[in-house]
């Protein structure tokens, strides 16, 4: 692998575990075993490195979403695909990860946003009108006020305030969350599904990450 690479890889596991406000180009150089000054030879300094992180972050999520959907049995089956995903990458996420780059990296976080409000909105609507043709979801219901409500859902989690004084992990949370979401844009013959995944991922044992 290449330095940079390392560089870039080392950062994202260390951004993703303990935030980014904590970690600093010392801490990097460190845990890689090089000089800080080798670094600075191919990111100009932390805004640029949190930068390529984020940038490679949303590459791999644009492409993880669009090969689920790709391959996805039905609408109800996708969204299982998704939340097996999601808890995947919830295990070793510290919550603080988005508040400090809204806080100290408001360029990159907009870009964050601006992936939020397109790609993610599509994926979501897209979805929807999915379930809606297969008779699982409900044809009655608003797309843009539920395609709203679903993605801020997701982000709202990461509030402190939200997690304040509250005893699960995030991987529950978003469990308990989604599935209710589900349940409730569904139709009959969608609750039959998504209770049959629902029983192979228990076969399976996955389960909520802590």
Request: net charge negative.
């Amino acid at each position: 692998m290449e330095v940079k690479d390392r560089i870039q890889e080392k950062s994202a596991e260390l951004f993703r575990r303990y935030g980014i406000k904590s970690i600093t180009m010392d801490e990097i150089a460190t845990q890689l075993g090089i000089s800080k000054k080798t670094i600075y030879q191919y990111f100009a300094d932390k805004e640029q490195l949190v930068d390529a992180v984020i940038d490679e972050d949303l590459r791999c999520t644009r492409e993880d979403c669009e090969l689920i959907a790709a391959r996805a049995e039905n609408a109800v089956h996708e969204n299982i695909l998704l939340l097996d995903g999601l808890l995947e990458d919830l295990k070793d996420l510290n919550p603080a990860i988005l508040y400090d780059l809204q806080k100290f990296h408001p360029v990159v976080y907009q870009r964050f946003i601006d992936h939020k409000n397109t790609f993610i909105r599509e994926m979501v609507e897209d979805n929807m009108k999915r379930g809606i043709k297969e008779g699982l979801f409900r044809p009655d219901m608003r797309i843009d006020i539920l395609t709203k409500f679903r993605i801020e859902s997701i982000y709202l989690t990461f509030s402190y305030d939200f997690l304040e004084g509250t005893s699960f992990g995030l991987g529950e949370l978003h469990h308990e969350l989604f599935i209710h979401f589900l349940f409730g844009i569904s139709t009959p013959k969608g609750h039959d599904l998504i209770r049959h995944y629902l029983e192979e991922r228990k076969q399976k044992q996955v389960v909520p990450a802590h």
